[in-house]
């Protein structure tokens, strides 16, 4: 990929691409009682910088993000279940030293890309049934280029099978880099529940709850948006209608 | 930092890449190996019926598959009681090594078929023994031909589950012959798999002669029947009827049985089923096996065979 913009003090092109693979195993947990999915993705590249005339590479780039999930179906269900998620992106604070080993994804050019929707959690990472993504902490999992490392448990039990089911899980997340300004490494931890009915064919009724409480990377006004003081910690409850029609 | 990039990636590419299948190919269905070996009846419409007739009793056990089985699916019932009773175990036509063709493909065709048979061999003190929509063959044909049977053993069978008319409707349009004739590898896998509360090693075989029946030349008559076996069971539903039925019904669930109820249309639990359409039938026994699912006389078949033994034997 070659982008020539000029965002800053002098244009550049950047060279980039993307090398990554995913894969799953028994996705439906019906197989067996073990689900095992996950991806690696790499951004490989460099940048040139056009300095008094001259196109000089001045940043390389390699980054990588990677997913491990492992369910185990403990019960009947698909949602008698225990599910652990881990994810990594690697992280930088900076160009300055002549590299980049953050991630990047399709959101730095503005379409949907890295964003971490099927974890379980509402308020750490995005979740799909919230239509606004950008509300999340980590709303891409190049966290700012700073990376992260983080990871989701959650416990899923059917009261009544395909009927009843309800969730609780936890979440938790830390940049790989300081956030600058008196940040520290802690993104927050979450904590999560749900319960569903099965009104009908695809047709469900579910109300959400969760609660985060956030780290020390949130004392940062880099973080914040220029503010130095840490936000409230968020929470949300929400009930959804879901009907998938066809 | 990049080249040890590239070389995870490699791997992981080379590993996530390179998962092939070969599966087994047959001529015709009738390749496909069993257990035991397969004789054939020819009955007065011209139908051959396949079937495997093993051990010696004064009584009878004729086990009746399920939709998209076969006689095999009862190997370990056969074995485990065989040495008490004579077990016959058949294709249903349309099926297997039996004849194939442009078959009604309802209840009331195969609840014939199975009293042709039990002329044709001249059988006496016969149960039947049906799994599924096997069971509600049996069913069907304990309504129909009261004087042929001693017992019936039903194994999670169709027809307990109640459904409404626009549910019906979706079972009539859902299937077509074409979506059985294109399910992939990883969908017929699943398709067993969900079958079971936890899928045992020793059912692959199921698997993997699905998977080889596609190659075979009559295998379009396979598909045909699978889609007119369902319109079969929600054509003729026999709850209305259970309390007609005059002989012993042993009625036989597993626990976690994720077909029944069907979990897109109805969920909830097997129990409330299994209660549900056992307490209709006048003399009825009901036994719920544990951690098992719907394919139960295969996951927990020594728990099935010995509540077969003590019912018989009651």
Known sequence: ?246 | MKYVLYSVLVSVLLITGCVSQRPTQVRTMADIGYPFPVRQVVLDNDLSVAYMDEGTGDQTLLFIHGLGSYAPAWKKNMDGLKNEFRCIAIDLPGYGHSSKGDYPGDMRFYADIVAQLIHKLDLAHVTLVGHSMGGQIAVTTGLGYPELIDQLVLVAPAGYEQFTNGQRQWFREILTSDAVRLTTVNQIRENFATNFYRFPKDAEFMIQDRIAMRTADDFRWYCDIIPKNVRGMVNDPVYDFLPNLTMPVLSLFGEYDNLIPNRFLNGGSTLEIARQGSSRIPQSVLIMIEKAGHFVQFEKSDEVNAAIRGFLKA
């Not at chain 1, 995913?22 to 590249?45: I, P, Q």
């Not at chain 1, 606004?132 to 009261?159: H, P, Q």
């Not at chain 1, 940040?183 to 931890?189: E, L, Q, R, T, Y």
């Not at chain 1, 009104?199 to 009724?205: K, T, W, Y």
């Open chain 1, 1 to 246: 990929m070659v982008c020539t913009d000029s965002p800053g003090a002098d244009p550049y092109q950047a060279d980039v691409f993307w090398l990554g693979s995913f894969f799953s195993r028994n996705e439906d947990m019906m197989w067996d009682n073990w689900s095992v999915t996950g991806f690696v993705n790499a951004n490989l590249g460099t940048v040139r910088q056009l300095k008094s005339g001259t196109w000089t590479k001045t940043v390389d780039i390699a980054g990588v993000a990677a997913n491990l999930r492992v369910n185990y179906r403990y019960g009947q269900t698909e949602q008698d279940a225990i599910t652990l998620d881990a994810l990594y992106s690697s992280g930088d604070n900076g160009i300055e030293d002549g590299t980049y080993s953050g991630v990047l994804t399709g959101n730095n050019w503005g379409s949907p890309g890295g964003i971490f929707i099927s974890s379980g959690s509402y308020l750490l990472f995005p979740h799909g049934n919230v239509v606004n993504r950008l509300v999340a902490a980590v709303n891409d999992i190049a966290n700012r280029g700073n990376g992260l490392t983080g990871g989701t448990l959650n416990l899923s039990k059917a009261f009544i099978p395909h009927r009843w089911y309800g969730k609780v899980g936890v979440a938790s997340a830390f940049s790989n880099v300081e956030a600058s300004g008196n940040g520290g490494f802690i993104i927050g931890s979450e904590v999560n529940g749900m319960t569903g009915l099965q009104l009908g064919p695809f047709m469900n009724v579910e109300l959400h709850g969760a609660f985060m409480s956030l780290g020390d990377y949130y004392d940062s006004p880099a973080t914040n948006g220029g503010v130095a003081e840490r936000p409230a910690n968020p929470w949300t409850a929400f009930l959804v209608f879901k009907w998938l029609m066809f």
